[in-house]
Structure formats: C-alpha cells, structure tokens
C-alpha cells in the first residue's frame, strides 16, 4: 500500500495525529484524568453549604458581680445577679418553684462547693416574675466564703483558693446563665 500515490502521506498524518494526541494527554490516562476532572465538577456545582446556626444571644441578658473578689478571713461579699429585658415587651417569666436566681461556687474542677449539697432547698410554689420593657431586676446574696451561702463565720470555710460564682434563672419557659466570676478565697 505504500506504493500508490498518497499513502505515505496519510500514514505520515495518521502518525502526526497520533503524536499531537499523545503530547496534548501526556498523562498515561487522559480518558480517566478528563472524567475525574468532570466528575469532580458536579460534585462541587452540588454540594451546599450547610447553614450555620448562630449561638443565640440572651434575650434577657444575666449577669453577677460581686462587692468583694478577693476574700481574707472574716469577710463577706455581697453576690448580685442582675436580669435586664432587653426586648420592647414585657416579659414574664414562670419559674416552677419559689428560687428564682440560683447562684453556684464551684472550684476549679467545676464541682459545686456552694451551696454544700449543690442543690438549693425551694418551695414548691410556682413564682412569677414580670419584667417591663427595658427594666431590670436584681437578686442579692452575702457570701463569707462558706460552704453555705450568708456573713463569714456562719458555714465552715471553704479552703483557699480560686472559685468561680455563676448564676442560673431557670424559669418554664426560659434559661438564663451568668457568665462566672472568679473569687478568691484566703
């Protein structure tokens, strides 16, 4: 066949053809180098991005402060736990028995130091709370530095450290936390 006219031509192409193939696809496997490529494309035009929920700000902000953080013997501290309404609404607040605010000592390890058992002893009477529009409310208590909470010398004392006072509304239909405080006890 190479004898007729051309044939050496078009062998010549065929080769060419061949060869400009080979350089455009120099990876030993275009085809699959192509699909993968394609496949990945789809998978990027279908993934969502998930939506991200936003950690919810406290519509009644709580917060503590207290008069006193650092504790010599034979002090006190007053405790307060303040709750604002932030909205352009009343807002009532349905606490399932007569605690309203619960304020918490912990030590370093997170455990509950104060009040001694951890748990606040409440009357089971529902209580009511009714905030006005931008008003605010305030709880106090004394704290000497004790396993229970009052002046110093009524509990025995906890042992010298750093503590951490936080408070806690846990009414029907809301939940409140005030970030810690630190307090240090001598």
Known sequence: MLNQPGAHENA???FDFAASRFTVCAAPFCNM???????LLVCL??????????VPEQVIPTTITATDRDLQPGESTTLTVTITNT???????SFPTSCQALIFIRNAEGRVMTPSNGTYLCADVPSLLTLAAGATKSY???WGGGVEFGPAGTST???AGSYYASAELR???????????TIVVR
């Open 12 to 14: 010549t192409r065929r």
């Open 87 to 93: 909205l352009e609404e009343d807002v009532e607040l």
């Open 33 to 39: 180098n192509r699909l993968r490529a394609a496949l």
């Open 157 to 159: 004392r906890l042992p």
């Open 45 to 54: 035009a279908c993934v969502e991005e998930a939506p991200l929920n936003p």
């Open 140 to 142: 106090n208590m004394t």
């Open 171 to 181: 009414a029907d239909n809301y939940i409140a936390i005030a970030f810690p405080i």
